[in-house]
Structures are given as structure tokens and as C-alpha cells.
């Protein structure tokens, strides 16, 4: 029929309805028509699935787009094409853009160019504070009423305490999401990466833990005391599982995610003065990865994201102690946690598709994480068979910095399908 598409014949996990199994995904007008045998179905388009995996489209509750302001090392066009090459249908951006997303105007204006531009659903998330300053709340009244649903200072915390207790207050009202980045920037005093015994091999200046566990023990008890929805972003250390862990017992409504480089890295990978491996917070202890590997398993960290953050060659070649903090990570997120937290049986791939699919659109209060009938035809088609190694020079972002260069990994993305449309195909 016209205007349908059939994935035909894929290994299909929906995480909504718990499905697992070989089947066909009929799409039809932009949405999911059903999951079964569709073997007499004449639709316009039908794609071959045999021996690949068919999920719902990823959902990146953490993307710096670079636009506006930083368009050189990312804008619209390029992180949706690079979003549809990870699988990625949906995405949250943070708001430390150039100038920040502090006001409605800013955050509408985002979204509504993400509709003509990036291909992919794009959520903007604004500033707590004005300019991100730290010094007085944007209006989250009028942001709220915008349509926004998250609020997040990512890239430094909100310091005062007083202001962040009641920017929650008021973030609780609306109903909306707080999306926490945990450093104590007073305790920082200079670091490039873990304060630990590979920093002093390579005489650069160490971030402790601390930094970390200090404002996400202070954010967790503020949100139990507000009401506030709460989600600690790109945790790192063991000591944030731990307090997390606290926080559900104590009633706090709070989330919290991974990224791959820490759940897979420590500092004993830093080859040498490489800022490729330079990110915030920075890559922790082997310790610290077993805690965190230890978390994604028993529930403790709900989502798997990516912090994609861009640079340019030029800045990255600077070292650690010029360089700015941040790598790449939206077009291998998907491989990175199949080859390392899949393959060796810490997850299923059912958890996967929670952790990177379902739980993030439930947390952000968005479409998407199900194949269920009616559900967006937002799709992700990957093939977990064969191996390939990550190569920086295939990828759509405008950002090379990886630490995963020449990494063999598992999970290359055949096709993706966001609201119906077909907006990666890898070409065979």
C-alpha cells in the first residue's frame, strides 16, 4: 500500500511491551501500524531485517548541539545526521549554547529550526539561570509555558545552594525535569583529570571525586525536600551510586544515567597527554568503573546517555591542560554498550533498549521508547553480528574527538526511522 514501510523479518525488542522476537514492523502515516507477520501486506517500501536488530529509535537525554553560537563544531543538520547514525531519533540539548537557551524566545526558536533542520526529534532544555551565571533564575514561568520540559546548568553547577533549592521548587511546580550536573567548581582548582596516582605520572592536576559527590549528595537532598524531579547527569564515580542508591530509599525522585566512556574507561587508559580522553567529569578509577557497571546492572542508574560534546581538531590539539573538556559519542554509544556491557551478560538487550530507549522517553515525558501500535515510527535497526572498528573519519558529526578511535565493537546501524521517515541507511 502507499505510504507504508515494512522492516521485514528482524530480531524485534520493544521494551514497552516486553516483545522479543523475530517479526515485522509495519509503519504506516508516521506511526507504528503493528508488530507480527505482515508477509501479504504490499507496502511501498520494505526493508530486508533478516539477521539484524530492529529496537525503538534511542533517546540521548544529554547532546550539546553547539547551535546557536559554536556552528563550526556542530549545528542542527550536522547532529541530527549524526543522531540518525547512532540510531537516534530523539534527543535532549543542553542549553550552554552561544548565547545560552535562558529564555523562551531561545528555546522555541531551537526547537522550531530542529524541525526543518536535523531530521530527528530535538528537544531544547533551557538555563536554571540567566546567562548561566548562577546568580538569578530565568523565567521558568514563561519557559514552562513555552513547552519545555527540562532545566539544566550542564557544563557547572548552580553553586548557591539557596537558589538552586528554590529554582526546584519552582521547576516542581511546572512540572518539569532538572537535569544535574554535579561539580563543585571551588574544588576543581585547576584539575584536567582524575586526581590519582596516572595523574602524577603524567604531571597534570587532579579532580577528586568529591568534586562530584559534594553538590550530588547536596542536589539529592534538596530534591527530597522540594518534591523537585531530579536527574544526575553523566555520574562517574562510585560514590554517586551510592548516594543515588540513598535517595530511592529515602523518597527522593530522583534519575540518573551513564555514559559509555565511563562505564568502560579509566584512567589507566589514558595513553598520554591525549585530550581526546579529556572529558567532565573525567574518566575515574577502574574502581569507580566496576561501580558504575555495577549500577547500570541492578537498576540503581536508569539510562545510558552520551554527553556528545564537539570540538574542532584544533582545539583538542592542545593537550589537557589547554584543551577544552568533552568528546563525542552519539554515533557509538549504541556499539559501546552492546560490545561491553551486552556481550559479557551485565545486560540483556531487552535493558539495553530500557536504558537507552524507554526509561529516558518516560523520565523526559516524551513519545518514544515502543513499538506498540500507535506508537511514533521511530526506529532503530542495528546489526550486532559482525564487528567493525570505530573510525572518526565516517562520522556524520563535525566532531572527531574520540577516545574509541580503531575500537572494535559490535552494532553498526543499518537503518533509522524517525516519525515514519527514513533518515539513515547505511550504504551497502
Known amino acids: 500500500m502507499s505510504g507504508e514501510l515494512l522492516i521485514r523479518g528482524g530480531f524485534v525488542i520493544d521494551p514497552d511491551t516486553r516483545f522479543e522476537g523475530v517479526a515485522d514492523v ?31 529509535g534511542l533517546v540521548d537525554l544529554h547532546v550539546h548541539m553547539r547551535d546557536p553560537g559554536q556552528t563550526w563544531k556542530e549545528d542542527l543538520a ?50 536554571i539561570t ?38 526546584m521548587l519552582k521547576i516542581r511546580e511546572r512540572g518539569a525535569l532538572i537535569c544535574d550536573h554535579c561539580e563543585d567548581i571551588g574544588m ?12 602524577e605520572r603524567l604531571g597534570l592536576p587532579g579532580i577528586t571525586n568529591s568534586v562530584e559527590d559534594t553538590i550530588a549528595a547536596r542536589d539529592v537532598i534538596l530534591a527530597a525536600e522540594t518534591g523537585a524531579r531530579i536527574h544526575l547527569c553523566h555520574c562517574s564515580t562510585a560514590g554517586s551510586a551510592v548516594i543515588v542508591r540513598a535517595a530511592k530509599a529515602a523518597g527522593a525522585r530522583v534519575t540518573a544515567e551513564v555514559c559509555p566512556h565511563h562505564f ?22 577502574a ?15 536508569e539510562v545510558i546517555s552520551t554527553d556528545h560534546a564537539p570540538h574542532s581538531a584544533e582545539e583538542k590539539a592542545k593537550g589537557f591542560r589547554g584543551s ?22 551485565i545486560l540483556t538487550l531487552m535493558q539495553m533498549a530500557e536504558k537507552m530507549s524507554r526509561n529516558p522517553a518516560e523520565i523526559l515525558g516524551i513519545p518514544g521508547g515502543s513499538l506498540r501500535a500507535g506508537a511514533p515510527a521511530d526506529i532503530a535497526v542495528f546489526d550486532f553480528s559482525n564487528p567493525y572498528r570505530i573510525d572518526p573519519a565516517e562520522f556524520a558529526s563535525k566532531g572527531r574527538n574520540t ?25 551497502t
Do not use: W
Request: hydrophobic letters at 40%; one cysteine or more; glycine letters at 12%.
Open 264 to 285: 568502560i574507561l579509566s584512567s589507566d587508559d589514558i595513553p598520554g597527554d591525549d585530550a581526546n580522553f579529556k572529558m567532565n567529569p573525567p574518566l575515574r578509577s
Open 78 to 127: 550536522s547532529v541530527g545526521r549524526a543522531a540518525a547514525r547512532g540510531g537516534v531519533t530523539s534527543l535532549l540539548a543542553m542549553p550552554n549554547t552561544a548565547p545560552p537557551a535562558d529564555t523562551a524566545e531561545r528555546v522555541l526558536d531551537i526547537e522550531r529550526r530542529a524541525v526543518r533542520e536535523a531530521g530527528v526529534h530535538v528537544y531544547q532544555s533551557a538555563s
Open 130 to 167: 540567566l546567562g548561566m551565571e548562577g546568580k538569578e533564575l530565568v523565567d521558568i514561568d514563561g519557559i514552562c509555558g513555552s513547552g519545555a520540559l527540562a532545566f539544566s546548568e550542564d557544563g557547572k553547577s548552580v553553586m548557591n545552594p539557596v537558589l538552586m533549592r528554590r529554582a
Open 287 to 301: 574502581a569507580d568503573v566496576k561501580a558504575l557497571r555495577e549500577g547500570l546492572r541492578d537498576g540503581t542508574f
Open 403 to 427: 577516545p574509541f578511535a580503531g575500537r572494535e565493537v559490535y552494532g553498526r546501524t543499518r537503518l533509522t526511522v524517525a516519525a515514519g521517515k527514513i533518515v539513515f541507511r547505511e550504504k
Open 324 to 345: 577544552p573538556f568533552g568528546i563525542v559519542g552519539i554515533e557509538t554509544s549504541a556499539a559501546l554498550t552492546y560490545t561491553e556491557l551486552v556481550l559479557p551478560g
Open 188 to 199: 576543581v582548582e585547576g584539575g584536567v583529570m582524575n586526581a590519582d596516582a596516572n595523574a
Open 26 to 56: 509495519l509503519v504506516r502515516d508516521g506511526a507504528i501500524a503493528g508488530v507480527g507477520d505482515f508477509s501479504g501486506t504490499g507496502a511501498a517500501e520494505v526493508i530486508d531485517a533478516s539477521g539484524l536488530t530492529v529496537l525503538p
